[in-house]
């Protein structure tokens, strides 16, 4: 595959010609989410969870039958035939060190990115290689691994220090591969000071381009790609990465166009944030890259369409704008996923307790509902708010903070502990039949949003 390298405020390949990366994110693989895999809480209770009940066979054959499934042949052939040719690769770094073994890498991790890059070439397809949880968690929720809330990484040397040591093994890694668009060194980092990423970035920046001066950087901005204020000079070879949630895609109870949250939103309200959220790019005259944007389906049919009108007017603002982007999230039970396990399966059976248990109590934090808990919630929410009207934490304030404590950390982690239970009595043999749910064959497709993308990419395929 050509080489990709920025040039001014275009990525192109090795002739000079113009490459627009459009693809997916593949989180729920390499790094597992809660909504995208079904569980409450963070992965690494979940998994702590399940050794417990599946016992060390039972849990090492239901994760490695996972890991190999859920993306093969057959799942990029699929992202291939609607013309797609990037995916972004989240990973934990929990697949390449253990904490009371820092700094000693394990091969597996590498083993896996090798096999999931070689699969993507082999149908024209680049990758993205994407940190999403790093030690001490560089942001202060549950897709960063995070069981508190609180971003410690940035608090700590030692952490940053495993970070740039691990990407310096990536890079020696990967230097010469150019199925490897580049490096994400940090998804959605959240530092509340300010004062630490900057410098960060440029150390990092720095050890990398030391091993590899090839391969570009895509660096999210501060606060989950949202503020870019720390960069001052742009970094050879280098695309500063916008995320860009369209607030009624993402808002249960929304219509687009229409109103979301107290908001109108219509197109050009969209291409107003959109606008918005690139400014930086487009000042410095660097590439657009829109890492993770994408609404939530709900199973409402007159709301998902209205999700897949704003989809499509997101997709022509790019193409207008010529942003490459990757869309949140390839695989799932349901929620956002082309491919998703659909509900009649063993997998989805076995869980079901928990789901019910999920949905009763709202752990989820992306796509749930607290409807079922207002009488809980409402009180707390008053309470704070009377008797501190000036506390506005970090990142997103009282609205976001309260049910990240209440909701996704004091409720998720026992859910967490009761959904291990779910496999209470399974066998090794049962377990591997269980992750084989995710692989293509026994997903569902979601064909609309299949027929939004195949259209969009060959009314631009030139």
Not at 136 to 155: E, K, L, R, Y
Request: proline share 6%.
């Amino acid at each position: 595959m050509p080489w990709v390298r920025v040039a001014g405020d275009r990525l192109v390949d090795g002739a000079g010609r113009t490459v627009v990366l459009k693809g997916f994110g593949l989180g729920g693989w390499m790094n597992m989410e809660n909504f995208i895999t079904g569980y409450p809480g963070t992965e690494s209770q979940v998994r702590e969870a399940m050794r417990r009940s599946l016992g060390e066979q039972g849990y090492a054959r239901f994760f490695d039958r996972f890991l190999h499934d859920f993306f093969t042949d057959d799942d990029a052939r699929l992202l291939a035939s609607l013309g797609l040719n990037a995916l972004r690769v989240p990973f934990n770094y929990r697949h390449f060190e253990d904490d009371d073994r820092p700094f000693e890498l394990k091969q597996e991790g590498f083993e896996l990115l090798d096999r999931l890059i070689d699969t993507c070439a082999r149908h024209g397809i680049y990758t993205i290689l994407d940190l999403h949880a790093a030690p001490g968690a560089q942001n202060h929720h549950w897709h960063s691994d995070n069981p508190t809330h609180v971003a410690s990484f940035w608090v700590h040397r030692h952490f940053q220090d495993r970070v740039v040591h691990l990407w310096e093994a990536l890079a020696e890694r990967y230097r010469d591969n150019p199925a490897v668009a580049g490096y994400n060194p940090l998804n959605e980092p959240a530092d509340a000071s300010g004062e630490v990423i900057g410098p960060f970035y440029a150390r990092l920046e720095k050890a990398i381009r030391a091993i590899d001066p090839r391969h570009v950087l895509f660096l999210d901005g501060n606060r989950y790609a949202s503020d870019f204020s720390v960069f001052d000079e742009p970094f050879d070879n280098a695309v500063y990465t916008a995320h860009d949630y369209a607030l009624p895609g993402i808002a249960r109870d929304s219509r687009y166009p229409g109103m979301a949250r107290g908001e109108y939103f219509d197109r050009d309200v969209v291409e107003q944030t959109f606008l918005r959220r690139t400014e930086f790019m487009r000042r410095t005259g660097t590439p657009i890259w829109i890492g993770e944007f994408g609404p939530i389906y709900t199973g409402d049919e007159a709301r998902d369409e209205s999700c897949l009108r704003l989809l499509r007017d997101q997709l022509e603002i790019y193409a207008e704008h010529g942003a490459s982007w990757s869309l949140w999230t390839y695989k799932d039970i349901g929620r956002q996923g082309l491919a998703y396990v659909p509900p009649d399966s063993p997998y989805i059976q076995q869980i079901a307790p928990s789901l019910a248990q999920k949905t009763r109590l709202g752990t989820d934090s992306w796509g749930g509902s607290d409807a079922e808990i207002r009488s809980v919630m409402e009180p707390i929410e008053k309470l704070i708010a009377t008797e501190f009207p000036d506390f506005h934490p970090y990142p997103w304030g009282q609205r976001q903070w309260i049910p990240l404590l209440v909701r996704h950390i004091m409720f998720a982690e026992p859910a967490a502990e009761a959904f291990g239970r779910c496999f209470d009595g399974v066998t090794p043999d049962r377990a591997e039949e269980l992750a084989a749910c995710f692989a293509l064959s026994a997903c569902t497709t979601r064909t609309e949003l299949a027929d939004v993308l195949r259209s969009h990419l060959h009314d631009h395929e030139h």
